[in-house]
Structure formats: structure tokens, C-alpha cells
């Protein structure tokens, strides 16, 4: 059966791909992994599969997708390897998790996991045990390296398929590791994945996405991980005038923005507008009082630019699935904590329009059309 348009493009291009065909290709036994590691192969690479253990028991991540990873590499013809990562990742994402929870910041997990558990693990690996010096994902995104570059640094840039983009969660990739990735579905739709899996007669072709975070996945829902870590503790659920509306369990089962589910009655709708750790308090207000004008954001990572000097204009996002909005970033001097971290860059971004459920913790990423120029963690 011959390639859907997009698969051909996409073969065309890794057949044209310069240096080393040799490739780790990190396999999570879903599809869009799946499909990377059958394009590369079919391409004329040597590939290797790579699947990191993180957590023990069920999960997309775990049991089932090694099962579903091995059995790809058995369908394709190529070696398979499992590294345990799973003290790596209780001290980089789940010691992590928890202790911003309890502080009243809700982290963004996902960029922090490519950065300190996959990509620079699974390459530094890949070279020390196989002599590999490349990784390919199934990420929805497109890297322009350096060569090809106006500035000479490697850019990244969002995935063709706005609905699936996955550039988010990779602003922190440090340049090295973006010259060494391969993202085969980059410029493809989901439904190219699906029609190409199918060609390819892969066993995870209609295996269905997970929706949650894999922890989540993992324990059965946010709230239960959250629980199997954190001790109940009762507190206030106030106003910001500090008036007393209820009682909460842990202000870990609370975000900022939220809504529904807050236990308590008032004449009109309320919002969480702040988790206040040091109180052990829930502050809430009508959505009228829970807009921002402007945000500061630190350990901002520069990827297909160099740190700014002077405001610069940019489209920002400051959730995985909000619309990029307009605004103008401005360079801050770097904290004491942020210069010892080693991640000295902060900015204030004042946006065009106020937004609503600006979250500590939470990335903010900012574009230039397609380019990710930088991002960083929301801090107030």
C-alpha cells in the first residue's frame, strides 16, 4: 500500500536527512511512537527502541505500553531496550509534584519530564551504551537546525497540526539536545498518524490516547496520587477580604481558575484566584476580580534566540491549550535563587488584554508566528 501524501513527505525527508542514520527512538507503545520508529525504518534508518520504566503497575507508561513497545520492535524487526528510570523519575517528577502541590503551586510536570527524565537521559544513553547520537519522538513538532538557520541555533517550532502542537512542552530543551532530535511526525495530522499506522498494519493503530497525565493514569485519577503523598489538612476556603465561606481538605485539590467543586454557596459564581500555601488557604473571588494584567515569569529558557535586552513583543501562552495572546515581554534582573538554580533569565510579561487563571507554577511560552522563542514558569 503507498504512503498517504503526508507519510511520503515525511519519508522523503528522512531519506534526505543529513549524517548518521542511526536513531533511538523512544517508545511509549502508543501510536504516534509507534508510527515514528515504522516511518524511520522504513525510511532505511537503524533504529533501536528505547522505552523508559518510570513507574511500576498499570498506566499508559507503564505495563501496557512496554508490552505494546516491545511488540512494536518485534513488528518492525528492530532490537528493544528498557531502562529503568523509576528512582530517577520519583526524584524529578513525583518528589517534585508533591512539594509544589503542598507549597500551593500547581507544577507543570510534562516540560520538566523532557528535559530531566527523557530527552537528556535517553541521549546521554543512547551514546554511552549503543554510540547513538540522535533520539526520535512521536512529538508533534518541528525542529530547524542550526545550519538551516537565519540565527545559527537550532529553532523549534510548532507541529503543522495546531490541534496536536506539542511545542509547549519542550520549550526547556536545551540547544544540544534540540540538534540531536528527530521528530518524523512533525508535519503530519493525527488522522495522517492513523492512516499511516494502519498502512504500516501496526497493533497500536487505533489504540486510543490516554487523557491524563501518566501519574494519573497510573493511580487512578490526580486527586488519588495527590493523596497517596499528601496528608489531609484542613484550612480556610476565604474571600480575598479574608471572610470565611468554608473548610477545604488540601489546597493541593484546588488550581487557580477553578470553578466548580469548590464546597461553598455565594450570590453569584466563584473563582480560585490564589492557593495560599504559608496560610493553608483557598482564596476565591468572582471571575471580575480573578483577571491579570501582567505576569512575571522565571528560569526562562531562550531556544531559538538569545535572551532579549530590551521588550520585545511576543504571543504567549500560558496554558497547553489556551490561544496564543498578544504581549509584551520585558527582561527582569535574576533573583538570588534564580542566579544559584543556574537559570538567570526573567521577564514581566504585560499582556494586550487581562487574562484570567494565571498559575503559579505553570509554563509560559512565548512564539513568534510558528517559533518558540523561550519559556519559563509562571512565578506571580
Known amino acids: 500500500m503507498a504512503a498517504t501524501p503526508a507519510g511520503g513527505r515525511a519519508l522523503e525527508r528522512l531519506a534526505s536527512w543529513p549524517g548518521e542514520h542511526r536513531v533511538a527512538v523512544g517508545l511509549s507503545g502508543g501510536v504516534d511512537s509507534s508510527l515514528t520508529a515504522a516511518l524511520l525504518?522504513?525510511?532505511g534508518w537503524q533504529v533501536e527502541g528505547l522505552t523508559l520504566?518510570?513507574?511500576s503497575g498499570k498506566g499508559a507508561c507503564c505495563a501496557e505500553g512496554l508490552v505494546d513497545a516491545a511488540g512494536i520492535c518485534e513488528q518492525l524487526g528492530v532490537p528493544h531496550h528498557v531502562v529503568d528510570f523509576r528512582e530517577h523519575f520519583k526524584a524529578q517528577i513525583v518528589d517534585f509534584l508533591v512539594e509544589g502541590y503542598g507549597s500551593g503551586v500547581t507544577p507543570l510536570p510534562c516540560s520538566r519530564c523532557n528535559r530531566e527524565v527523557k530527552f537528556g537521559p535517553m541521549l546521554a544513553w543512547a551514546e554511552q551504551e549503543r554510540g547513538i547520537g540522535r533520539i526520535a519522538t512521536g512529538?508533534?513538532?518541528r525542529v530547524l537546525h542550526g545550519e538551516r538557520s537565519a540565527n545559527g541555533r537550532h529553532q523549534l517550532l510548532r507541529g503543522l497540526d495546531r490541534q496536536k502542537d506539542q511545542s509547549y512542552f519542550l520549550y526547556d530543551l536545551p540547544q544540544d539536545a534540540l540538534g540531536r532530535l528527530v521528530f518524523p511526525l512533525g508535519e503530519l495530522t493525527k488522522t495522517d498518524t492513523r492512516a499511516e499506522a494502519a498502512r504500516h498494519g501496526l497493533?497500536?493503530?487505533?489504540?486510543?490516547e490516554s487523557q491524563d497525565l501518566c501519574l494519573a493514569d497510573h493511580h487512578g485519577s490526580m486527586k488519588a496520587f495527590l493523596d497517596a503523598y499528601l496528608p489531609p489538612r484542613q484550612g480556610e476556603i476565604v474571600l480575598s477580604d479574608g471572610q470565611v465561606l468554608g473548610m477545604h481538605d488540601g489546597i493541593e485539590h484546588f488550581t487557580i481558575?477553578?470553578?466548580k467543586g469548590l464546597g461553598v454557596a455565594w450570590s453569584e459564581p466563584l473563582h480560585v484566584v490564589k492557593l495560599d500555601g504559608a496560610l493553608n488557604r483557598v482564596v476565591v473571588a468572582p471571575r471580575r476580580e480573578a483577571a491579570r494584567p501582567d505576569a512575571v515569569v522565571g528560569a526562562v529558557n531562550w531556544v531559538s534566540v538569545e535572551a532579549p535586552e530590551a521588550p520585545l513583543p511576543v504571543e504567549v501562552q500560558v496554558r497547553y491549550r489556551s490561544a496564543p495572546v498578544a504581549a509584551l515581554l520585558t527582561p527582569l534582573p535574576a533573583t538570588e535563587a534564580d542566579a544559584a538554580a543556574q537559570r538567570p533569565h526573567r521577564c514581566r510579561l504585560q499582556f494586550a488584554e487581562e487574562q484570567f487563571s494565571i498559575t503559579p507554577g505553570q509554563a509560559a511560552v512565548f512564539y513568534a508566528g510558528d517559533t518558540l522563542l523561550g519559556g519559563g514558569l509562571i512565578q506571580g
Open 41 to 43: 525504518v522504513e525510511a
Open 53 to 55: 520504566w518510570l513507574m
Open 139 to 141: 512529538h508533534y513538532a
Open 203 to 208: 497493533r497500536t493503530a487505533e489504540k486510543p
Open 257 to 259: 481558575g477553578q470553578r
